[in-house]
């Protein structure tokens, strides 16, 4: 089992930053994908981005791409979403996963694990 730990979400005006931290245990760190997904008020799941094992490769959602940086320090078993140029459109329940498989799936269903979810609010 791995579980899956969000923080760092909160309120930000439009133009702002802010870095999303997710925090791994159970498995080895090292050996898990991990992805970013968000989800909206009456709108589906989608994703955001995800990184490698090592971090060698990334991926990111063309609505985020510029704007968002995904990384992972392996020693604190932490992943990390920083997000700047934030919109109000980027509002949403943010969560992130992680995948046994080394590779960088953009469906959701794809992903063993997921944490609760943190809360990134941008207003206007």
């Known amino acids: 089992q791995v579980q899956l730990v969000e923080s760092g979400g909160g309120l930000v005006q439009a133009g702002g930053s802010l870095r999303l931290s997710c925090a791994a245990s159970?498995?080895?760190?090292?050996?898990?994908?991990m992805g970013w997904f968000r989800q909206a008020p009456g709108k589906e799941r989608e994703f955001v981005s995800a990184?490698?094992?090592?971090?060698?490769?990334?991926t990111y959602a063309d609505s985020v791409k510029d704007r968002f940086t995904i990384s992972r320090d392996n020693a604190k078993n932490t992943v990390y979403l920083h997000m700047n140029s934030l919109k109000p459109e980027d509002t949403a329940v943010y969560y992130c996963?992680?995948?046994?498989?080394?590779?960088?799936?953009?469906?959701?269903?794809?992903?063993?694990?997921w944490g609760q979810g943190t809360q990134v609010t941008v207003s206007s």
């Open positions: 996963a992680a995948c046994l498989r080394n590779s960088l799936y953009f469906k959701d269903n794809e992903y063993d694990y």
């Open positions: 990184i490698s094992w090592s971090g060698a490769r990334t």
């Open positions: 159970g498995r080895t760190f090292s050996r898990l994908a």
